[in-house]
């Protein structure tokens, strides 16, 4: 099993920046691939941010150049620093791991940590 934990969310004015973390605990050995999806009521969970073990990063396109993600292998912590916010990013934000059984994916969410976006 793995857990991850989120957390950095809160109440932002448009403009400004956050940085949400994600740590991650327990089995994570085979984890490929550490991202994150937001959603806001009404509307479906949507990718945002993703990265490789490789390193390699993909991003929602409406979010590039705004939104980086990193991770600290050292910490086994992945990260998101959001710049420019906008109403818009407003949402709950998930961590998300995800390791391949075979051609099967195998996702572990975290509890989500709330960013809200003031105008």
């Known amino acids: 099993q793995v857990q991850l934990v989120e957390s950095g969310g809160g109440l932002v004015q448009a403009g400004g920046s956050l940085r949400l973390s994600c740590a991650m605990s327990g089995d994570i050995s085979s984890i490929n691939t550490m991202g994150w999806y937001r959603q806001v009521p009404g509307k479906q969970r949507e990718f945002v941010a993703s990265?490789?073990?490789?390193?390699?990063?993909n991003y929602l396109d409406s979010v590039k150049g705004r939104f980086t993600i990193s991770r600290d292998n050292a910490k086994n912590t992945v990260y998101l620093q959001i710049a420019t916010l906008k109403a818009e990013d407003t949402g709950v934000y998930y961590c998300?791991?995800?390791?391949?059984?075979?051609?099967?994916?195998?996702?572990?969410w975290g509890q989500g940590t709330q960013v809200t976006v003031s105008s």
């Open positions: 990265i490789l073990s490789s390193g390699n990063r």
């Open positions: 998300n791991a995800r390791r391949w059984f075979g051609s099967v994916p195998i996702d572990y």
